[in-house]
């Protein structure tokens, strides 16, 4: 759709096809003026055309008229006189401005309703093409049960004839022990497959959910809610139908052993991560007071699972969550995202520093990611120099299991498996189930469940890290739904009220966007951007400082750039601190390149419902008008995982550059800011079960009685790449960080 030209959030990469949201040319603001400014019946037409053409006069909708009318009509699509008169007196439209907007939304649903038939009834003729295929080539090359061999008679010696039944007595005799083998390991091993020939019933890999055997998965009968078809007779009393490695995507007799290895942990896992997403009680404790957290039975969780507890480090702490919301995306491009590295890592830019694809086993089948399987690497973090980055590797396995039922799960690669045993962290099955809902929603199910090693966690964020604060579903889901919510905002208008161009806006976006990275990197470090870490014997060690020569580097000054970062406890709410940092009349109380005058916010770019989450352009109040005061761009949001302020200075004529749509990969920018953290469970959770399905996140709800405050700086020395990095300059920063949280502290007078 054009309209998606506009979303730049998620970088170039991100597809947004299977999105089902509205064009700006099919449906905006003025949807409804259009037809009333200019509407007159039939029988006058000609007469008052001439009157039409004079008095048309376009009307456009407010952000919030739009949002009114999107709730009201979730819940009616079809008003009565009655409360669209209620309506237009609440919102000061004309009472048949409200009617056309219904109409045109019912006819704009109507279309979505339309291409998503479209999309299922094309997706069933791929699945009928695809096992069209496999029945061929099952037709043209037949096997025999017996033997292995071709069913086709031909001409066998009597010793080639005995040969045959013996390898197939010894591959029986095989599976036998490698099943036994299983019972003790407490991880998956398959037979040696055959390769000489087209795989058997014996030694074909059966997708069907639990068949592998982790887990003594089948005393569990409860019906699932959201009508999920296993295929393995575990909640229906339909027969088993085995799922072949070509209907993987995959040739039957052409994957490697250890590869087998990797398909039989995926399903496990995600046999595993369907019945943790729908079981509640006693698997699921849910807490009584006004939060709703669920906490993770682990003594049920033993019996229910006991090989994915049998596997688990003794010294090691487990992190596990689950949540519920709505987001605005549709399950197919929820999907494509996820199953695509660079776009995952898009999707969620503070929570992942780094995400890679080593290796592809499945594709899926019928052109979809149904089936697919992938062997992955990522690097998570939470912004703070206090916990490090929790590197893993992992398999990725997405399977559909109704029309518009989708699950992904992850799952580390444990001992005999290829582990590698310098991680930190592993990754138990963990997840999400997408489920399509009306008027392009998504109904989200997110479970989280790690085991880490504690020690390496600063005491600062030990607790909150194993409440799930840190790395957790709440803040997988609150992600999600601000991203998603972004890209609503950009589909929703055509002119944005600053008057910046589309290509304009686009590019200020994709500069904060990049301003964010590497605002976030200079705090984590990882695999992807080098750092230097120093060590200063008088500089306290929760101050972290690192630095880099900057050499020809597109988008940073030349030189010797320094980046400093620490966390504190602050002794106010998430919510109070961030008010007061993204203020920019209370900015000269703290920010020393304001000098000491309030800001003035020059432009304002909306990514997201009200004015906490957007973009931003800061001047300092000018002493005269003849003054060239800098400019300072900043990107700010929050939600109730967390809240962000970061900021750069930047100059004027560059920013006139991008704001005309030019490329602003070029401009320099070295970013500061904020990034804070609710020192405890909020009494608000993303989950709301509702049966109607309609979950909506309120960001106001309350907050924890404190938060983490991270600092972090990116400051250049020196701009000759060449020279030497002295102490002075590191502890004029320090220095800078240490004068910044007291200058907070004083304004919010919490000394």
């Known amino acids: 759709m054009d309209g998606y030209r506009e979303a730049c959030l998620l970088g170039d990469s991100f597809d ?33 055309n001439e009157q039409r053409r004079k008095r048309k006069k376009y009307h456009r909708h ?34 048949k401005q409200v009617k056309f907007w219904f109409q045109n939304r019912r006819t704009q649903m109507k279309t979505q309703i339309e291409r998503h038939e479209n999309a299922i009834l094309k997706h069933e003729n791929d699945k009928l093409r695809a096992e069209n295929s496999v029945m061929k080539d099952a037709i043209s090359n037949p096997t025999c049960n017996t033997c292995g061999g071709p069913s086709i008679p031909v001409h066998l010696s009597f010793e080639e004839h005995q040969l045959r039944i013996d390898n197939a007595r010894l591959r029986d005799e095989l599976h036998r022990l490698y099943t036994v083998t299983n019972k003790f390991l407490g991880w998956p091993v398959l037979p040696f497959v055959n390769h000489s020939s087209s795989v058997s019933s014996d030694s074909c890999l059966e997708l069907s959910v639990g068949r592998n055997g ?41 994957i490697p052993i250890d590869r087998t290895i990797y398909v039989d942990l995926a399903l496990a896992a995600m046999d595993e991560l369907v019945k943790v997403a729908q079981i509640d009680t006693p698997l699921w404790i849910r807490s009584r007071d006004s939060s709703g957290k669920e906490t993770l039975n682990f003594d049920e969780y033993s019996r229910t699972f006991p090989s994915s507890a049998a596997m688990k480090h003794t010294n090691w702490t487990t992190e596990a969550t689950r949540d519920t919301t709505m987001v605005i995306i549709n399950s197919m491009a929820l999907i494509e995202t996820l199953m695509d590295a660079n776009r995952w890592a898009e999707m969620f830019p503070c929570l992942i520093a780094r995400a890679t694809t080593i290796d592809v086993i499945s594709n899926g089948m019928g052109g979809t990611r149904n089936g697919s399987l992938q062997l992955m690497h990522a690097e998570l973090r939470v912004l703070s120099p206090l916990v490090p980055v929790r590197t893993l590797k992992f398999l990725r396995f997405c399977k559909q299991h109704a029309d518009g039922l989708w699950a992904v799960v992850d799952v580390s690669l444990g001992e005999g ?33 790690t085991e880490y090693d504690e020690t390496v966690v600063h005491q600062l964020y030990r607790q909150i890290i194993s409440w799930g604060i840190g790395f957790g579903s709440q803040r997988w889901l609150a992600t999600l739904q601000r991203q998603c919510d972004c890209l609503a905002i950009l589909m929703s208008s055509t002119e944005d009220p600053a008057g910046i161009s589309p290509h304009g806006r686009r590019s200020m976006l994709k500069l904060s966007q990049r301003m964010v990275d590497n605002f976030c990197s200079g705090i984590c470090t990882s695999t992807l951007h080098k750092w230097d870490k120093l060590v200063v014997g008088n500089i306290s060690e929760d101050v972290k400082m690192m630095a880099r020569n900057s050499i020809n580097d597109p988008g940073e000054p030349p030189g010797i750039v320094l980046s400093a970062s620490t966390s504190v406890w602050m002794p106010v709410t998430q919510q109070r601190l961030f008010a007061f940092l993204q203020d920019e009349c209370l900015r000269s109380e703290w920010d020393i390149l304001s000098n000491g005058r309030p800001m003035i916010e020059m432009l304002c770019i909306s990514k997201g419902q009200g004015l906490d989450n957007r973009v931003s352009l800061l001047r300092a109040n000018p002493m005269n008008a003849n003054e060239n005061t800098m400019l300072i761009l900043q990107e700010s949001w929050t939600d109730i995982s967390g809240s962000l302020v970061v900021y750069a200075p930047v100059d004027t004529a560059s920013v006139n550059l991008v704001m005309r749509g030019e490329d602003s990969a070029y401009v320099s920018l070295l970013p500061s800011g904020f990034a804070i953290l609710p020192d405890g469970p909020s009494n608000y959770a993303c989950t709301n079960n509702d049966k109607d399905g309609s979950i909506m996140s309120d960001i106001n709800s309350g907050y924890a009685s404190g938060c983490l405050l991270t600092v972090a700086f990116q400051i250049l020395v020196n701009n000759l790449p060449t020279a030497k990095l002295t102490v002075e300059s590191v502890e004029t920063v320090n220095n800078l960080i240490s004068c910044t949280i007291q200058k907070i502290k004083v304004a919010l007078r919490v000394l």
């Open 62 to 95: 407010t952000p919030h008229q739009i949002q009114e009318l999107e709730i009201f009509f979730k819940e009616c699509p079809h008003p009565d006189d009655k409360q669209r008169s209620e309506l237009s007196r609440r919102l000061g439209l004309e009472s």
């Open 417 to 449: 498996a290829d582990a590698d045993m310098f991680f930190s962290c592993r990754r138990l099955p963990s997840g999400c189930i997408v489920q399509d809902m009306p008027n392009g929603f998504s109904k989200v199910t997110w479970v989280e469940h």
């Open 16 to 48: 947004p096809n299977g999105v089902v949201r509205m064009r700006e040319d099919e449906y905006d603001s003025r949807s409804g003026s259009d037809n009333i400014d200019g509407a007159v019946s039939g029988d006058d037409q000609d007469a008052n």
């Open 214 to 254: 982790m887990g003594n998965l089948s005393n569990i009968s409860d019906p699932m809610p959201m009508g999920l078809n296993l295929g393995n007779g575990l909640f229906n009393g339909d027969p088993v139908m085995p799922i072949s490695k070509s209907q993987m995507g995959m040739p039957g007799n052409d």
